[in-house]
């Protein structure tokens, strides 16, 4: 089994900076694609940012491109998330998510393990 655990989220105000981690525990973390996914309240969860499992690759959604960085430390199991100029519309719960492959996916469906989420407040 695996537990990802994320932290690192809170209130920020717009223009200001977090950094999100996510601890996994269990499965073999280095062979596998990370993501980072979001929901905001009645919205559906979205992609946000993928890398692979070699951590040389990545691909963000067009809204956060420039802004958001996502990395990993195999040794650590440790995934992160480290977000610059934060907006409002960032404003969401925050889910990590341990891919069943290698390689970059934007899709759900292509993640097996979920981590409990952690909150991201941007205030105007």
């Known amino acids: 089994q695996v537990q990802l655990v994320e932290s690192g989220g809170g209130l920020v105000q717009a223009g200001g900076s977090l950094r999100l981690s996510c601890a996994a525990s269990g499965r073999t973390f280095s062979g596998y694609a990370m993501g980072w996914f979001r929901q905001a309240p009645g919205k559906e969860r979205e992609f946000v940012a993928v890398i692979d499992w070699s951590g040389l690759n990545t691909d963000y959604t067009d809204s956060v491109k420039g802004r958001f960085t996502i990395s990993r430390d195999n040794a650590k199991k440790t995934v992160y998330l480290q977000m610059n100029s934060l907006k409002p519309e960032d404003t969401a719960v925050y889910y990590c998510?341990?891919?069943?492959?290698?390689?970059?996916?934007?899709?759900?469906?292509?993640?097996?393990?979920w981590g409990q989420g952690t909150q991201v407040t941007v205030s105007s």
């Open positions: 998510a341990l891919g069943a492959n290698p390689y970059r996916s934007s899709r759900r469906n292509d993640y097996k393990y």
